[in-house]
């Protein structure tokens, strides 16, 4: 999430009631994850485990639970005692909760030629391009934006939270909520099917690329970004973070894991589960999936089990 203008950390340490370590004048432009932090972000980190990731990453300032030596020039510590509870305040400060009181927010910017179907919700701050088709039932929830000649068809929700907690077993609630506070981006082109459900990014932007389609009942997680002319068929999972590349295929309910990466023109059969990255331009199948050609041997030889375990046992 990017801050309306920058703020002076001086000003975040007193806001937090924060100890404030290292460079006293900078200027905060938002706040974001570990894992898509650019520079002048805020991140927080309350686990030793990682706090050298945190330190060393693009982020500029860093709330903590506990002062640390070799801090680099240029950054700043706000530490305090709960990290998580002083994400929350900044997010809670900056994208407040604000209620609908009608199905289309006086607050959204809708474009020319776009056709609006009755019992569609608009929520506030959303932007939406000129040519685009919002079928009936649509719900496109606060901040997101929709670009040129998207088409969204009856039933699909864009911008939900993300399925996101901070786990402490220490406390009666284990899982908190981690509020989102970032974006969907629809590029030009992208065609949504229906019932599908797009998460908002934590706190920065899920990005759907120019000419993506796809297909119903298609979830994209918290984060996810695709490239351009993608194709999802139906029942596809996606989980949070994930990056793919162009000309991407996932066929039909096929399950992608978190925080991997699909390489362009990667070809994914139908139910085939992915734990861990492929490469460009490969087709793959099965669970784990792997290379189809190599997968399809592998069936072939299983089904001769009964047969070769027969001649050996005579």
């Not at 994400?87 to 289309?104: C, D, G, N, S, T």
């Not at 908190?176 to 065609?191: A, F, I, T």
């Not at 096929?254 to 087709?283: F, H, M, R, W, Y």
């Amino acid at each position: 999430m990017k801050f309306p203008s920058p703020v002076s950390v001086q000003w975040i340490a007193e806001f937090l009631e924060a100890q404030l370590i290292g460079d006293k004048s900078g200027q905060a432009t938002g706040i974001n994850e570990i894992h898509k932090v650019e520079k002048g972000d805020l991140v927080f980190v309350d686990h030793p485990k990682y706090y050298d990731k945190c330190i060393n990453s693009d982020a500029s300032y860093i709330i903590i639970n506990k002062a640390v030596d070799q801090l680099p020039a240029g950054k700043a510590l706000l530490v305090v005692d709960q990290p998580f509870e002083a994400y929350l305040k900044i997010v809670r400060h900056f994208r407040p909760f604000e209620p609908a009181v009608k199905m289309i927010s006086d607050l959204a910017v809708i474009g020319k030629n776009t056709y609006i179907a009755p019992g569609v919700f608009i929520g506030h701050h959303v932007v939406i391009g000129d040519n685009c088709i919002i079928h009936p039932h649509v719900t496109i929830l606060d901040h997101c934006v929709i670009g040129n000649n998207v088409i969204i068809q009856a039933g699909s929700v864009i911008g939900s939270d993300a399925f996101y907690y901070n786990t402490r077993k220490d406390r009666q609630l284990w899982y908190k909520k981690m509020e989102s506070c970032g974006r969907v981006v629809l590029e030009d082109g992208v065609e949504v099917g229906a019932n599908c459900t797009i998460d908002r990014g934590v706190s920065h932007d899920t990005r759907i690329g120019a000419g993506t389609k796809m297909d119903n009942l298609v979830h994209i997680g918290h984060d996810t970004v695709t490239g351009e002319n993608c194709l999802f068929a139906g029942q596809v999972g996606i989980a949070g973070a994930v990056d793919i590349g162009n000309g991407v295929i996932l066929w039909g309910q096929v399950g992608v894991s978190k925080t991997l990466t699909i390489g362009d023109n990667t070809v994914v059969l139908a139910q085939s589960g992915v734990p861990s990255s492929l490469e460009a331009g490969k087709v793959y199948f099965g669970y784990p999936a792997e290379d189809a050609a190599v997968k399809r041997r592998e069936i072939v030889w299983i089904k001769r089990i009964p047969e070769l375990w027969k001649k050996v046992m005579g």
